[in-house]
């Protein structure tokens, strides 16, 4: 079993759209949760980031974070064409050194007209 | 703030050469840099992690021999792919930690090796 685990997709919505994308992991210890862009044959963006339990918002973007399920969420309101791309979640155990990242295997959006 | 470059941004070479490929932070000094690699359609995979004056940690199954980390500044850390191999035809990606023992990094956009 993989630690974080995050549907390939595709998954395409009209514009307007509110997407969901999700990440489950199983390592109890990752405190520390991130969501990145990536444009096609382009390095990550980083999008998002949050250390604790439930919302943040950000714009369009709506990170949510539920420890106790292990479960972690980003919304995007009102998708645009130029939302297609695809969306890694990252996620670190916070150890006061530069940890290293566990990334999901990434979902891929297309926004479509 | 926060921006990484890469240089190059592609490049191809025959079979056998050695290729480096340098990544910098453009305004901010990064103790701690990374080296992933990316085959089309899969997530990052990492390669080493680079600590400004000491040897790079790699991570299982990457030869050290092969892929030359060097992190000779706090800016500025370079990838030698070594005797490269069509094998290692791949997208290569550097990140950088904006603060010491942070860690949200921060991507450079990548560089296209394509070995013939």
């Known amino acids: 079993q993989k630690e974080v685990e995050q549907d390939p997709g595709p998954l395409s919505v009209p514009e307007g759209a509110i997407v969901s994308l999700n990440c489950t992991y199983s390592?109890?210890?990752?405190?520390?949760f991130m969501w990145y862009r990536q444009y096609s044959r382009k390095g990550p963006e980083l999008l998002m980031y949050t250390y604790s339990s439930g919302n943040k918002e950000d714009g369009r973007f709506t990170a949510q974070v539920d420890k106790s399920s292990k479960y972690i969420s980003l919304f995007i309101r009102d998708s645009q064409p130029s939302d297609s791309a695809t969306y890694l979640c990252?996620?670190?155990?916070?150890?006061?050194?530069?940890?290293?990242?566990?990334f999901g295997t990434g979902t891929r959006l297309q926004v479509t007209l | 703030g926060a921006v990484v470059s890469q240089h190059p941004s592609r490049v191809i070479c025959k079979s056998g050469t050695s290729v480096k490929i340098e990544c910098r932070s453009l305004?901010?000094?990064?103790?701690?840099m990374f080296w992933y690699r990316q085959f089309p359609k899969q997530s990052l995979m990492l390669m080493a992690t680079s600590n400004e004056g000491s040897k790079a940690t790699y991570e299982q199954g990457v030869e050290k021999d092969k892929f030359l980390i060097n992190h000779a500044s706090l800016t500025l850390s370079t990838l030698t792919v070594t005797s490269a191999h069509p094998e290692d035809s791949s997208f290569y990606i550097c990140?950088?930690?904006?603060?010491?023992?942070?860690?949200?990094?921060?991507f450079g956009p990548g560089t296209r090796l394509t070995v013939l």
């Open positions: 990252a996620m670190s155990p916070l150890t006061g050194t530069a940890s290293k990242l566990t």
């Open positions: 390592n109890s210890a990752f405190q520390y």
């Open positions: 990140s950088a930690n904006l603060l010491a023992g942070a860690d949200t990094q921060y």
């Open positions: 305004d901010f000094q990064a103790t701690t």
